[in-house]
Nanobody, 118 residues
């Protein structure tokens, strides 16, 4: 099992910035992908940004150019730098980890609220 703990959410005005961080504990081997998803009220959970082993990153079109994902392989942590935030970015943000191979599985954090006021 992998435990994920997010931090860094909060309330910010439109145009502002926030940093989300995610720390992992437990069986942190065979991790292939780390990333962030979000879920706004009344909407489905959507991918925001992911980082796969080897350096491949993937961003939702709505955040490209504004959000950047960073991964620390040694510490098994991931953070999301969010700039030029918009009210449409308001959501609960979840850290995500995917393990591959014999230990494959997907894990989620408890979520952290991000609220962007106009």
């Amino acid at each position: 099992q992998v435990q994920l703990v997010e931090s860094g959410g909060g309330l910010v005005q439109a145009g502002g910035s926030l940093r989300l961080s995610c720390e992992t504990t437990g069986s942190v081997f065979s991790i292939n992908t780390m990333g962030w998803y979000r879920q706004a009220p009344g909407k489905s959970r959507e991918m925001v940004a992911t980082h796969s082993t080897g350096g491949s990153t993937n961003y939702a079109d709505s955040v490209k150019g504004r959000f950047t994902i960073f991964r620390d392989y040694a510490k098994n942590t991931v953070r999301l730098e969010m700039n030029n935030l918009k009210p449409s970015d308001t959501a609960v943000y979840y850290c995500y980890v995917k393990r591959v191979g014999a230990a494959r599985g997907e894990y989620w954090g408890q979520g952290t609220q991000v609220t962007v006021s106009s």
